[in-house]
């Protein structure tokens, strides 16, 4: 299987218990690099363990909807808020996000 992510920009979004998971199996296996793989946490404690243990880049996720756009934007992805949220907290926000 070809390792379609490796040298792409990625970002995490919500990183907690089940995407840290994720995240660390995805570093682990090396479909993904640390230097280029970004993540989203709600805690500040979480951020800082996050990113020791990992090695990523880990911001906070308490963001407007502008805020969220304006970072996706800014990563280069052109982004629009989903009409539904993905997941059972329907109180969060999704994004669809393309490269630019």
Known sequence: MGNDLAGKKVAFL?????GGIILQALLK???LSPKSTYATV?????????ATKLKVKVGLSHYTEAD???????AGYRAERAKRNIGH???????LARPA
């Open 14 to 18: 919500g990183a907690g218990k089940m």
């Open 29 to 31: 296996s090396g479909m």
């Open 42 to 50: 709600a805690h500040e404690e979480r951020a800082k363990a996050l």
């Open 68 to 74: 969220m756009l304006a970072k996706l934007s800014a």
């Open 89 to 95: 907290n329907q109180r969060r926000m999704t994004f």
